[in-house]
């Protein structure tokens, strides 16, 4: 019967002690999934954690960013829409940049278009957001490259 009885007791233990793993474990977010684009805020970044994944080498540049760009925080919402916080420093009065956009995305063909802009998604992890632009400057056809990382 003492024997059953602790049997009973580390059994009790075993199962509680299960229990509280599964809490703590954290959620994996995959990678070219819409929960990596909208679990967590955006912020532009200079430095390109991954050139692996950019368009051919010669084709492609970064997109400059303004000081004003600095601080500003994008949130992607599944109601398909894009939210922009422009933080402490404003664009300039004549850009009357909107703070609310459309957006969808087509992830199978890695596509994202943002109020009618389409870009081709070059990452999109949980922890990198990377998209390209095709635009011609001075005649010459060329990729603007995007990226984000979380603040």
């Not at 019967?1 to 007791?9: D, F, G, T």
């Amino acid at each position: 019967m003492r024997k059953i009885k602790y049997l009973l007791i580390f059994l009790g233990f075993f199962i509680i002690s299960s229990c509280k793993k599964d809490k703590d474990e954290t959620v994996v977010v995959k990678d070219f999934t819409l929960k990596a684009l909208t679990s967590k805020s955006w912020k532009a970044v200079l430095d390109d954690g991954n050139v692996s994944v950019n368009p051919k080498a010669g084709t492609y540049m970064y997109y400059a960013l303004h000081l004003w760009e600095y601080d500003d925080i994008i949130t992607f919402r599944t109601d398909d829409k894009v939210n922009y916080n422009y933080g402490v420093s404003k664009a300039p009065d004549y850009l009357q940049m909107p703070e609310l956009k459309t957006y969808s995305i087509d992830l199978a063909n890695k596509i994202l278009i943002i109020d009618g802009v389409r870009y081709q998604i070059l990452e999109l992890s949980s922890s990198r957001l990377k998209y390209s632009l095709a635009v011609t400057i001075g005649g010459t056809n060329t990729n603007l490259v995007y990226m984000f990382e979380h603040p």
